[in-house]
Structure formats: structure tokens, C-alpha cells
């Protein structure tokens, strides 16, 4: 009887702690899943890899590099044409904003593989200024870009000077800012790449106020 009971009592404990160590197993495996945020070893968070990207992130990237090389310029015509100062400042603010930005979109598409727009500024504007009504939805292609300015518009630029140089830089930056704006419109709407999509927003947030602003030193009420 005894010898009959203590082998009872050691199945009863082995298979105890057989359940308490796969209880225990189980709840290690939960805590890693939930805490981690990982399967099968791999991150699983959006912004890992450099994969994290669509179509429009990438016609957004190489359209606005085009873009931002014609506003420098228009931007770096300002000096010794310009006779305000203020306008002088806000060339001068520009550059130092789009500059970077060139920089940040080119290295996107270095990683992702893609090709950065050839740096030849005023080179292809054959599209016209006016920009279409679809112009900002692609940046695939140069021509009918919104907001570009077409040869005759640049070389009208770049022989102004005085005022008139102040007032049709003024006139062309803001039509420029608008097709700007109109393509990270689009980019945040259809973008996947959360880096690009926050560099939209910036773009709608800064040209947006720059074109308030310019409306005033034309002297327009309404921006």
C-alpha cells in the first residue's frame, strides 16, 4: 500500500510540474508578441527597411527635386536684381529651406533605388507655367508640372531688375508655391512613405504662409 501510494504521489507532482512549466512557456511566448512587436524575429514596424514606400512617393520625390531646383533659380536671381529687401529675404529663406529638402528626396531615391532628376535647372520647362488641372496628381513627368515656370517666364526673370524684377518674382513665386502645394496635396493623400508625407505637410504649411505673404508685398489683401 505504501509503495502503492508513493508512486500515486510522483505521478501526481511530475505531471504538476509538467502543466506549470508549459503554463509558464505559454505566457513567456505572449508577453514576447505583444511587447515587441516582432514575428518571426523580423520588425514589424511601418517605418523598418526601406521598403515602407509607393509609386507616389516616388514621382512626389523626383517631380518635387525639379520643383524645388527651378525655385532656387528664380530664388538666386534675386540677388542684385531685386530692390526690396524684403524680397531679397524671402529668396534668401528659399534656398535655405529647399536646398535641404533637394537633399533629404535625392537620398530617398538612392535607397529606394530610383533615379534622381539630373541637376539642370530652368532645362526643361517646356510644359508651361499653368500647370493643367492634373499636374500636381504625377511629378512623373516635367513638362505641364504645376506651377513650373516655361522658358519665356525664366528669361523674362532673369532680365528684370528694380521693382519690376520685386513684382514679377513675386507674381511667378507664387504661382510656383501653389503647384507646390498642390502636389504634397496629393502626396499626403496618396503617399505611403511617412518621412515623404510629413516632408508634404512641411511644403503645404511653409509655401502656403510664404505665398500669404507675398500677396501682401504685392500688396493684396488676400492671400
Known amino acids: 500500500m505504501t509503495s502503492t501510494r508513493t508512486l500515486v504521489r510522483r505521478a501526481a507532482l511530475a505531471a504538476t510540474a509538467v502543466t506549470a ?7 513567456g511566448g505572449d508577453d514576447g ?3 515587441s512587436g516582432t514575428a518571426a524575429g523580423k520588425p514589424t514596424s511601418p517605418t523598418a527597411g526601406t521598403g515602407a514606400h509607393n509609386d507616389q512617393d516616388v514621382a512626389f520625390a523626383q517631380g518635387m527635386i525639379t520643383h524645388h531646383r527651378q525655385a532656387l533659380e528664380m530664388s538666386e536671381s534675386a540677388a542684385g536684381r531685386a ?15 529647399q536646398g535641404p529638402e533637394i537633399e533629404k528626396m ?3 531615391l538612392k535607397t529606394w533605388g530610383e533615379e534622381v532628376p539630373s541637376a539642370t535647372p530652368g532645362a526643361d520647362h517646356s510644359g508651361g507655367h499653368t500647370g493643367g488641372g492634373s499636374g500636381g496628381s504625377g511629378g512623373t513627368g516635367h513638362s505641364g508640372m504645376a506651377g513650373m515656370m516655361d522658358a519665356e517666364d525664366m528669361t523674362r526673370l532673369m532680365k528684370a531688375s528694380g521693382k519690376d524684377f520685386d513684382t514679377l518674382f513675386l507674381t511667378l513665386m507664387i504661382e510656383h508655391h501653389e503647384g507646390a502645394v498642390e502636389m504634397a496635396t496629393t502626396e499626403k493623400a496618396k503617399g505611403a512613405y511617412g518621412p515623404a508625407t510629413e516632408l508634404a505637410d512641411a511644403v503645404i504649411t511653409g509655401q502656403t504662409a510664404e505665398i500669404r505673404e507675398m500677396n501682401k508685398l504685392l500688396g493684396k489683401s488676400n492671400g
Open 21 to 27: 512549466t508549459l503554463a509558464l512557456a505559454a505566457c
Open 33 to 35: 508578441g505583444s511587447g
Open 83 to 97: 530692390s526690396s529687401a524684403k524680397v531679397e529675404d524671402l529668396a534668401a529663406r528659399i534656398e535655405r529651406a
Open 106 to 108: 535625392s537620398g530617398w
